[in-house]
């Protein structure tokens, strides 16, 4: 069966530091591959999504990257975080065929001080 | 700009009766719609799919109606339980942009004994 995997579930980490956030799925082949934000009140927003190895669309401008190295591995980086990246981050795959919902991972849960 | 709104941001009802949620959209025209259940700190589980060209789509105690011309969606859950307790995310799928999920905020549901 497929599963998804996202570490660590939580984070604090100071303004102006590195991030790297990495999902990983199994059981499958060539997902696509989500990053989501979940600030506190907010809906979920869409990030990244990732098609196929090396291929990366960016839904908003941000202070966030996305890389997808392996066809089952999806990261979330940046380079120095914002108070504003603060939130709850959820890696997401979608089977084959659209009939499927998403299938999110655990989360993250990112506190920027 | 494309708008989701879930009618109330909290809805309480007495077990064993049936919770009616509501989404509602604008500026959209969904090929597929959504909806998920999110515990505290967990990710969104997948409940149901529901095509444009269908009006109605049902799983055990839940069902989902999908009104293109109303713009909107109503997700019921007959003879709740306390064990329903949780947030309900509508989510809309763009025929444009197939494979990418946009959120409403969520409708937290309790259900008391």
């Known amino acids: 069966s497929q599963t998804i995997h996202q570490w660590p579930a939580t984070l604090v980490q100071p303004v102006g530091s590195p991030l790297s956030l990495e999902c990983t799925v199994e059981?499958?082949?060539?997902?696509?591959l989500y990053w989501y934000r979940q600030a506190a009140g907010r809906g979920l927003q869409l990030l990244f999504y990732?098609?196929?190895?090396?291929?990366i669309s960016s839904e908003v401008p941000q202070n966030l990257s996305a890389s997808r190295p392996q066809d089952r591995q999806f990261i979330l980086s940046s380079k120095k975080l914002l108070l504003s990246d603060s939130g709850f981050y959820l890696c997401?795959?979608?089977?084959?065929?659209?009939?499927?919902?998403?299938?999110f991972g655990s989360g993250t849960r990112l506190t920027v001080v | 700009s494309q708008k989701i709104e879930q009618n109330s941001e909290a809805l309480n009802i007495q077990e064993g009766k049936t919770a009616t949620l509501t989404c509602n959209y604008t500026?959209?025209?969904?090929?597929?719609l959504q909806w998920y259940r999110q515990d505290p700190g967990r990710g969104p589980v997948f409940l149901l799919l529901?095509?444009?060209?269908?009006k109605e789509k049902r799983k055990e105690r839940l069902k989902v109606t999908f009104d293109t011309t109303l713009k909107q969606s109503l997700f019921h859950i007959t003879a709740s339980q306390p064990a329903d307790s949780a947030t309900y995310l509508c989510?809309?799928?763009?025929?444009?942009?197939?494979?990418?999920?946009?959120f409403g905020r969520g409708t937290q549901l309790t259900v008391w004994p």
């Open positions: 989510a809309l799928e763009r025929g444009s942009t197939l494979g990418r999920l946009y």
């Open positions: 997401a795959w979608r089977g084959a065929g659209l009939k499927y919902g998403y299938t």
């Open positions: 990732s098609v196929g190895i090396g291929q």
């Open positions: 529901i095509r444009e060209n269908e």
């Open positions: 059981g499958t082949s060539n997902p696509n």
């Open positions: 500026n959209y025209s969904p090929a597929y």
